[in-house]
């Protein structure tokens, strides 16, 4: 089976400076990894990479098996995105914004209303069809973009630190809703974050810092690598940062 998304030897540079250097990943189907790293890890660089928002002029990326810069539309046809910085329109309701999102796919008005209704009633989120996004707490606009995320039904997603400012109880919420879709439908997750609590000993770990991969495996690997009973003291340990910088 191909894996769902492949990184190999990936780099990118902002002028002198190197942001990822020679990143190779793999995110096997059905699994949901775990991008851990800092602010400046490079989490956002890559997922920009991804994205095709930025050109990866080295290395190779797939999605699906489908070669990112020489199938970019089977490719991306398969990819689902949660940005980090908020991307709903306030001012249209929550069905205006998947309609806009839907014709971006090529869906048809009735079709993305359909899965629109569909996404939401999965989310709970069915009553709030109607209701401009800017009337959502802070946690339902989040439920909210990862149903558009799924609206053109992809097997992967990546998701950049989709709970940072969210309160526990809808962190919560969004980490199991997200997981369910990963245990009921085989969805690929790729989740970026630098919240060990996000981190089930199980997951799949790929520790990013600086722009370089320094550890992959899952939480008992790295904490057997780096002689720490924690994740928070392997991360400590194998990245030289003081623990109190990581959550
Ligand atoms: N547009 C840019 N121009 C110049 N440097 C950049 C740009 N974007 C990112 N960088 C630099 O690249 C490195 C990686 O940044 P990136 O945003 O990818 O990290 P991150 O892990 O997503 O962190 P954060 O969670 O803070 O966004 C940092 O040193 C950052 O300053």
Not at 81 to 92: E, K
Not at 120 to 143: E, H, Y
Not at 207 to 215: I, N, P, Q
């Amino acid at each position: 089976m191909v894996p769902a998304i492949e990184v190999a030897h990936v780099s990118h540079a902002f002028g002198a400076r190197k942001a990822l250097d020679d990143v190779s990943l793999s995110v096997p189907q059905g699994a949901f990894v775990a991008l851990l790293g800092l602010n400046g890890a490079g989490k956002t660089t890559l997922f920009s990479l991804l994205t095709r928002l930025y050109d990866n002029v080295t290395g190779r990326i797939a999605i699906m098996g489908s070669d990112l810069r020489r199938r970019p539309t089977e490719a991306l046809g398969r990819l689902g995105v949660v940005f980090q910085a908020r991307t709903l329109d306030p001012d249209l309701t929550v069905l205006q914004n998947f309609t806009y999102h839907a014709s971006l796919h090529g869906l048809s008005r009735a079709e993305g209303r359909h899965r629109a209704e569909r996404l939401l009633a999965r989310f709970s989120l069915a009553d709030r069809l109607n209701d401009k996004v800017r009337s959502l707490s802070g946690g339902q606009a989040r439920r909210v973009e990862i149903a558009r995320s799924l609206l053109h039904d992809p097997r992967v997603v990546i998701l950049d630190e989709p709970t940072v400012g969210l309160d526990i109880a809808a962190r919560q919420d969004i980490v199991s809703l997200v997981r369910r879709l990963v245990d009921e439908d085989g969805l690929s997750v790729l989740w970026a974050t630098h919240l060990f609590d996000e981190v089930r000993p199980a997951d799949p770990i790929v520790l990013l810092h600086k722009g370089r991969v320094l550890a992959r495996g899952t939480t008992p690997d790295l904490c057997a690598q780096a002689g720490e009973p924690s994740l928070a003291g392997a991360f400590r340990k194998i990245t030289g940062t003081p623990t109190e910088e990581a959550a």
